[in-house]
């Protein structure tokens, strides 16, 4: 189990939106394979809530606000 960064990028009118966020992925498999989570507008109780096993230790990021950047 791991909390992946990632950054979501839009083009919208007059610039773009920028948001961090994490997904965390999961592998009941050993690394044979994954299945991803978003959880970058949750806290950590609720991710607890939808994924019993999810450690104590590992710790969700506060939700960040959206960077605006304007076209040139």
Sequence with gaps: MALVPQTIVLAVPDGQLAQQTRLLAVSSVRGASWT???????????VKQGVPEFPDTLKVPERKEPVFTPNL
């Design 36 to 46: 991803f989570f978003d959880v970058g507008n949750i806290d950590a109780a609720a």
